[in-house]
Structure formats: structure tokens, C-alpha cells
């Protein structure tokens, strides 16, 4: 397939935010969920340019979906904290809707989702019936990832394995040209080859039409070639991350695995302490009655 050129691309979102080097800019961003007593994201800032591939990694409940929803416009943050393509993402709906700015979660296991609609899976569909029903999509694209994702058009959608919807679901994620790719963990159910090809058809989608993709995991196999950024969080702040470049650990290991998981296990290591340290404190605390406190002398009165 021959890629349009990048100023076509970028003009699918009016506005002129194609004139902005930076796909996606995140600005001293905190964020918090509503009725949660503490923040899930903060002090975060992220700079990614145009064709980039951001790794997005971090221990369970570092707050990297919380991350991606916000970026994907669906929680409300400062119109500048986030800015995708030079727009602020929850703000703008034209990102979502044009396509521009597509995100693919968890929710796809159960869910049938394109260009920001999600549509529960009920039916006994046929895959090629709904991949065909998706318009404005360019026919060569819809060919090339049918046969990039291995997909029987006569699948039924009800009765086939995870990892078969699966592939259904990503091929209409990205039958249209999206701009910002968000991706949180959809290959876990891929076996190596489905995964690997996916992985080398979105490095081909930054290279050729640059678009910007950030992807969500916890599976490093045959990733240490992709990623042109990294991203890793620590209870909701980045603390390690920027061009992989810049990132001592990843120009001296040859296994992203490694790194990450030295990372994870010093991490780790850190909270145990802090959780001890702060248990000798409170046992080690002088132990005075709280005066406000009612006791039985006051129990007395009432
Ligand atoms: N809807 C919600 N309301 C309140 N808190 C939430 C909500 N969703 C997530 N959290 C909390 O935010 C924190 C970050 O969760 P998040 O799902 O973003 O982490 P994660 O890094 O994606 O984890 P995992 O690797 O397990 O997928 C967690 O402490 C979680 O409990």
C-alpha cells in the first residue's frame, strides 16, 4: 500500500494542529479519580513527536489505563494539561469522532469498539459482516489487516476463541487512519506470531504515515527494537521515561525484560521499606490518650 503523505494525514483533524511537531503533550498532569481520596496521576509531563512509539509500563496499579483513558479524552482534565495533535482531548470530540485519536482497551474482550462507540457483543455475527460494514475505509488497509491478523471472514463472533475475536476486534480498531494510537494490553490474548506481526505493522504505521502510538504492557518479548520512548510509572508518577536514548539501563542490557524488571523489583524493594519504616514509627509513637476521646469517667455523666 502506498502511505499518503504525512500532511494529508495530519489534516484529518481541522485546525491546523497538523503545523505541531508534537502528537501528544501532557503537562504536569494530575488527576483523580471522583470520590477517591488520593490522585492516581501526578505531576505527570510527556512530550511525544510525530511517528513516535511509546513503551507505557509500570507495576499493577501504577495508573498507565488511568493514563491512557485521559489521553484518549475520556476523563475531564485542564484543556492544557493534555493536548493530543494541539487539541485538548476531552474538549474536543472532533478527535475522537474523526478518528484521529483511537484507543483500544481492555473493554474489547467483551466489547466491539471503533472510532469511540462501543457496541456489546451479543449476536451470532460473521466476522467479514462486520468488518465490511465499517464505511469510509480504504479497501487495500481492510485487505492488508484481515490477512496481517489471520481472519476467516466466515468466524463467527459468539462462537469463536478469545484470541480470534480478539483479531475481529483489532482490525476494526485500526481500519481507519488514525493519527495517536492508544493501546492498553491488547495483545495478551495474540499468540507470538499474531503479536509480533501486529507489533511490526504499527512500527511500519509510524515510520511510513507517522502516526503516534503508545502502548500499554507488560510483555517485553521481541519489543526491544520497537519502542522510541518510554514511559515507566510509579504510583502515578513517571519516573523514568523520554526517548529510550536517553535512558542509561536500555543502551547497556540487551532484554527489555531485564531492565524492567530490575526496575520493578527495586521498586518493590522501596515500598517494603517505607511500609516498615513507617510501622517502627507508629509503634515506636508515645501512646497518649486522645482527650477527645470518650471514656468511661465521661460515660458516667451522660
Ligand atoms: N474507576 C476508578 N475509580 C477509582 N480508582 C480507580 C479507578 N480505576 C482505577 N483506579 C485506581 O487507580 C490506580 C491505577 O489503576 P490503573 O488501572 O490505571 O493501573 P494500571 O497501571 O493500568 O494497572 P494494571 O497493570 O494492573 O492494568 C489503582 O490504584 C486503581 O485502584
Given at each position: 500500500?502506498?502511505a ?28 483523580t479519580?471522583?470520590?477517591s ?42 484543556q ?25 482497551g ?13 457496541v ?5 455475527i ?7 460494514g465499517?464505511?469510509?475505509?480504504d ?15 466466515n ?8 484470541g ?6 483489532i482490525?476494526?480498531?485500526?481500519l ?34 507517522g ?13 526491544e527494537?520497537?519502542p ?12 523514568k ?30 515500598r517494603?521499606?517505607?511500609e516498615?519504616?513507617?510501622a517502627?514509627?507508629?509503634a515506636?509513637?508515645?501512646?497518649h ?6 471514656s468511661k ?6
Open positions: 500500500m502506498t499518503p503523505p504525512l500532511a494529508a494525514v495530519a489534516s484529518v483533524v481541522p485546525g491546523g494542529e497538523g503545523q505541531d511537531d508534537n502528537a501528544v503533550v501532557v503537562r504536569c498532569l494530575d488527576f479519580f471522583p470520590l481520596s488520593s490522585p492516581t496521576i501526578q505531576q505527570l509531563s510527556l512530550t511525544l513527536p510525530r511517528g513516535s512509539r511509546c513503551l507505557l509500563t509500570g507495576a499493577n496499579g501504577a495508573g498507565k489505563t488511568s493514563l491512557l483513558q485521559v489521553l484518549a479524552g475520556k476523563y475531564m482534565v485542564g492544557d494539561a493534555v493536548r493530543i495533535l494541539g487539541r485538548p482531548a476531552f474538549h474536543d470530540i472532533h478527535l475522537v469522532s474523526s478518528g484521529a485519536l483511537s484507543y483500544l481492555p473493554q474489547w474482550r467483551r466489547d466491539i469498539a471503533f472510532a469511540g462507540n462501543n456489546p457483543m451479543q449476536g451470532d460473521a466476522a467479514g459482516k462486520m468488518i465490511y465499517v464505511e469510509g475505509v479497501p487495500e488497509r481492510r485487505e492488508r489487516l484481515i490477512k496481517l491478523l489471520d481472519i476467516d471472514l468466524w463467527r463472533l459468539n462462537k469463536v476463541s478469545d480470534q475475536r480478539r483479531r475481529v476486534q482490525c476494526m480498531g485500526l481507519k487512519l488514525y493519527q495517536v494510537l492508544l493501546l492498553d494490553e491488547i495483545t495478551v490474548d495474540m499468540d507470538v506470531v499474531g503479536r509480533l506481526d501486529l507489533l511490526h505493522f504499527f512500527k511500519q504505521e509510524c515510520e511510513e504515515r502516526a503516534t502510538i503508545i502502548y500499554a504492557t507488560h510483555i517485553f518479548d521481541g519489543l527494537a520497537w522510541t520512548h518510554l514511559a515507566y510509572l510509579e504510583a502515578g508518577r513517571m519516573v521515561g523520554g526517548p529510550v536514548g536517553d535512558v542509561p539501563e536500555l543502551q547497556t542490557a540487551t532484554k527489555l525484560l531485564h531492565v524492567v524488571e530490575h526496575w520493578l523489583r527495586e521498586e518493590k524493594a522501596g517494603r521499606q517505607r516498615a519504616a513507617a517502627a514509627a507508629q515506636a509513637a508515645p501512646k490518650p486522645n482527650p477527645l476521646l470518650s469517667h465521661m460515660a458516667f455523666f451522660r
